[in-house]
Structure formats: structure tokens, C-alpha cells
């Protein structure tokens, strides 16, 4: 079970600051990663770039999420996505609160839903956390 927001509120202290900061950091992150791979697209991957951010950044984040239950910018924040049983994601649940993010970005109504329950339920958990049961923490030292 992860920690209880009652008992242990250090867990979730500025969670919803730190996933911005780490999205912001991700994003960059992406950018760059689609401009290195553009020269390979003999340039043509200019025409398409956004659908190149969206693709290489699902992949950055299932395979972020995979092998480590955060993406390198929520590394650098301190945080982890934890299950509803405390264990760190797997690779199915990786992708699912990928595609969940990646719905809930499209659908702007849906986004802002997830801003809103971050920023006032106890475990700050966005729409595809609470449908997955996951949370985001601070990272256990």
C-alpha cells in the first residue's frame, strides 16, 4: 500500500510543482531527442514533427516508466510512480498511464480535470493515476 497522505504527508510535499518541473525537463528533453533524429529523416521529419515528438516521447516515457518507475525528469525531481501495492510500474502499467497521459493530453477538457484533482485530492494523483490506482511520490531516501 503506498504511504498514507495522513500519516506520512512528506511523500506527497509539492508533488504536483515537481511533476511540472519534470514535464517541462521531459519535454526538452524530447525536443532534443527529435532534433538529433530529424538529419535522419534526410530532414524530412520536419514536416511531421509533431507527430515525431508524440511518437518518440511515448516511447521515452513507457520506457522511462518501464525500466525505472520515472522518467528522467521526474528522476531529477525526486519522484517516483509507485502502484496502488507500492511496487514500481511494470511494463504493462507503464504504457497504460502512458496512453492515459497521452488521452488526457489530447482531450484538453480531460487535462485540466487531471490538473484540478492533482492539485486538491490527498495523494495529488491526476485522472489516469486514480483510474490506475498509481501515485506519484516523492522518492524514498
Not at 506527497?12 to 527529435?34: E, G, N, Q
Not at 511515448?58 to 507500492?86: K, P
Request: aromatic share 10%.
Amino acid at each position: 500500500m503506498t504511504p498514507d497522505p495522513d500519516t506520512k504527508p512528506q511523500f506527497y510535499d509539492a508533488v504536483p510543482t515537481k511533476r511540472l518541473v519534470a514535464w517541462i525537463l521531459d519535454m526538452i528533453l524530447i525536443a532534443v531527442l527529435c532534433l538529433i533524429i530529424v538529419p535522419f529523416t534526410a530532414f524530412t521529419g520536419l514536416f511531421f514533427f509533431p507527430f515525431l515528438m508524440l511518437v518518440v516521447g511515448f516511447l521515452y516515457r513507457v520506457a522511462t516508466l518501464a525500466g525505472g518507475s520515472a522518467t528522467w525528469g521526474m528522476r531529477l525531481m525526486s519522484l517516483e510512480i509507485r502502484r496502488g501495492d507500492d511496487r514500481p510500474l511494470d511494463g504493462t502499467t507503464a504504457f497504460l498511464h502512458t496512453l492515459g497521459y497521452s488521452v488526457s493530453f489530447a482531450i484538453p477538457v480531460l487535462q485540466l480535470i487531471s490538473i484540478v484533482l492533482m492539485l486538491t485530492s490527498a495523494r495529488r494523483q491526476g485522472l489516469t493515476d486514480m483510474v490506475l490506482g498509481t501515485v506519484a511520490l516523492n522518492k524514498r531516501r
